[in-house]
């Protein structure tokens, strides 16, 4: 499927950017040449930007268990742990990025380019816990990396699910858990911005729960919306409508 060409092809380039920090040192470029390899993948997506997204539902709830995870490995002090998991959503998220597209957007174009934003935010993600593994960014440094993605996908959430408010099969509940998440995931962002540790903590907290329940509606209506592909693809390969 289509989309699952773009997940493998995104995560190849996550790690591809890895290799070039290591090798040659780009860490200025790599926001470039990110967005560079990303364009070929997204412009075709953008394309099928209606069509179904397989194992939406499945990948997204994976991404929440993990980011659980994440939280409890942190709570129990174990860091190398919290890393892994944090790597492990970090690649789950962008399927959830991805499925985004398909989410009924009363502005298109403008949920699109975001959308595309998102899919970069998540992708700079990736890279950036990939560096924090290997112990190339650690404290501080990491923190303030991981902001701006994180922001990025935030505001990617944010409207997708504004600009598609109590659309079917999402409803009203399922976009006001999408909101409040992405305010949440840029609140991580702006208190990183204003070295409010404190609040950044609350915010970090406050945005893995709303996320998790957000996920829990968010893959049903995916779901829902992949049934209903299914079955107009049954309806218009029918001998009648021949």
């Not at 040449?33 to 990948?59: D, K, Y």
């Not at 997708?160 to 998440?181: E, N, Q, Y």
């Not at 893995?208 to 592909?229: E, K, N, P, Q, T």
Request: charged share 5%.
């Amino acid at each position: 499927m289509r989309w699952t060409v773009t997940f493998v092809y995104l995560s190849l380039v996550a790690v591809t950017m890895v290799a070039l920090n290591f090798i040659f040192g780009w860490s200025a470029w790599l926001l470039t040449i990110l967005i560079l390899l990303l364009l070929p993948a997204v412009i075709n997506f953008g394309v099928a930007v209606r069509h179904r997204v397989p194992w939406a539902t499945v990948l997204s709830y994976l991404s929440a268990l993990s980011l659980l995870a994440a939280v409890g490995s942190q709570l129990a002090g174990w860091t190398a742990a919290r890393s892994w998991f944090l790597m492990v959503w970090a690649v789950l998220l962008l399927a959830v990025a991805i499925s985004l597209f398909s989410h009924p957007m009363r502005k298109p174009a403008w949920g699109l380019f975001v959308a595309f934003w998102g899919v970069v935010g998540v992708v700079w993600l990736i890279v950036i816990q990939l560096l924090a593994l290997t112990d190339v960014l650690t404290g501080g440094a990491y923190i303030g990396s991981a902001a701006w993605p994180i922001g990025f996908i935030g505001i990617s959430i944010l409207v997708a699910s504004a600009t598609g408010f109590g659309a079917k099969p999402f409803g009203l509940i399922v976009d006001s858990l999408g909101v409040s998440t992405g305010v949440l995931f840029f609140a991580i962002t702006l208190t990183t911005w204003t070295d409010l540790s404190d609040a950044r903590r609350g915010a970090s907290v406050a945005a893995a729960i709303v996320y998790c329940i957000w996920i829990a509606g968010y893959g049903w209506a995916m779901l829902g919306l992949d049934r209903s592909a299914d079955r107009v693809q049954h309806v218009v390969g029918s001998p009648s409508t021949a």
